[in-house]
């Protein structure tokens, strides 16, 4: 073809029918917008039905947990580097600040743990 069009010979092409690619004369009008409402709530109604409802709360639920442990022990260690830092004294108060920072977030956990084994369970 590249060689037809350097030659200066014609390339030939199919006319132009009037029609997009997109139209297809075989195919049914779209459903209305009512018909697409209905069919969107059915499938709502079946999903909602369907859907397992303890995942989402036993994902929220072990977040809790372990930014509850988490927090307690970043907290300990930022108070022992402080308490270094002002005192000049290096890992003697940020290794006592990380055993009391677990010890609070390890209390916090089971406390949690407790108040979240007490509530009714909705699943």
């Not at 859907?51 to 929220?60: K, L, N, T």
């Not at 006592?96 to 089971?110: E, P, S, T």
């Amino acid at each position: 073809m590249v060689r037809a069009i350097l030659k200066g010979a014609s390339v030939r092409s199919r006319p132009f029918s009037g029609k997009l690619m997109g139209e297809n004369p075989n195919r049914d009008e779209p459903p209305s917008l009512d018909a697409f409402s209905v069919r969107l709530e059915r499938m709502r109604a079946q999903g909602q039905e369907t859907r397992p409802q303890g995942s989402a709360s036993a994902w929220g639920r072990a977040m809790r947990i372990s930014s509850d442990l988490l927090a307690g022990l970043f907290v300990g260690c930022l108070l022992g580097l402080g308490l270094d830092h002002w005192l000049e004294t290096q890992p003697a108060f940020l290794l006592v600040g990380m055993a009391l920072g677990f010890a609070a977030g390890l209390r916090n956990m089971m406390r949690t743990l407790k108040e979240q084994n007490e509530q009714p369970s909705d699943t």
